[in-house]
């Protein structure tokens, strides 16, 4: 029997600015992808054509794929217009092009102050709209579950997943996001959202606090959320996303060090269940 394999990635800009950087830490945990969400400094849909080939010729010549556009899509209000979401998709989609990936991690807006059931149709207007313009340029949406946005617990993200219908969506699934929400991420939500899920986001968090912590040493289930995966026959990405140093809303940031304790934390859980890391 052929061991399980998953592809190690991350996202380098908790590394550091600059991508050499980035790319260096990465292929030292043995990562041979990497999520890109900025480089330089400067958020991946605001890259320009030439910096964007740039990014590229640093990732080809030390051979490094790159696993996901890791996006700000939907990190917005939902009173923001259809529109201004979808052009800055747009500029995700030519970032991912440019980078040679076909997935786009996204979210699914703020509540603008309302409650959840009061934004449901204007979220899912727009989250229709993103994934028809996906559709169209051939690349998947993947939706994170994050704090404070309409997809933040199990019931929500399966009503957008659902109810968009769409095989351009697909999800992102985040332990610690979960555990931050008041929820068991694979007591709560594993069973009924499982077959959505294309990409792992690797991080785990205490439930006393909501701090984020290395994979193994919170409350985010993480390692009955990889034997899961592992029995369902996931080959896919994992990608860390410590933020063991700083978190803002737009990310967060560990440093080479913390990046480095991160990733030899998952190594130990994913050893643990036999499953290899490429």
């Known amino acids: 029997m052929t061991q399980p394999s998953w592809e190690l990635s991350g996202f380098g800009d908790e590394i550091d600015a600059d991508p050499v950087v980035q790319v260096a830490v990465l292929q030292a945990l043995g990562a041979s992808a990497i999520e890109v969400r900025s480089a330089w400094g400067v958020n991946v849909v605001d890259l320009d054509d030439d910096q964007l080939a740039a990014l590229h010729r640093v990732l080809q010549e030390r051979g490094q794929a790159v696993s996901a556009i890791a996006s700000p899509i939907g990190k917005v209000s939902v009173d923001e217009p259809v529109e201004h979401e979808v052009s800055r998709l747009s500029r995700a989609i030519r970032a991912a092009h440019a980078l040679g990936t076909t997935n786009i991690r996204i979210f699914s807006f703020y509540f603008a102050g309302r409650q959840p059931e009061a934004v449901r149709d204007d979220v899912l207007v727009r989250m229709r709209a993103l994934a028809d313009l996906a559709e169209r340029d051939g690349v998947t949406l993947l939706h994170e579950n994050e704090k404070d946005i309409y ?78 995966l592992r029995d369902a026959g996931y080959s896919g990405y994992a990608s860390l996303e410590p933020h063991l140093s700083d978190v803002t809303s737009l990310g967060g940031f560990s440093g080479p060090a913390a990046f480095g304790r991160a990733g030899r934390a998952f190594r130990t859980l994913t050893d643990q269940i036999g499953v290899t890391l490429r």
């Open 151 to 228: 997809g933040d617990v199990p019931a929500r993200v399966l009503d957008i997943v659902e109810s968009v219908g769409s095989p351009a969506l697909r999800l992102a699934w985040d332990n610690a996001n979960y555990v931050q929400c008041g929820v068991r991420p694979f007591t709560d939500g594993w069973e009924q959202l499982a077959p959505y899920v294309d990409y792992l986001q690797v991080k785990d968090a205490l439930a006393a606090d909501s701090s984020v912590v290395p994979a193994g040493e919170g409350d985010g289930e993480l390692l009955q959320t990889l034997t899961a």
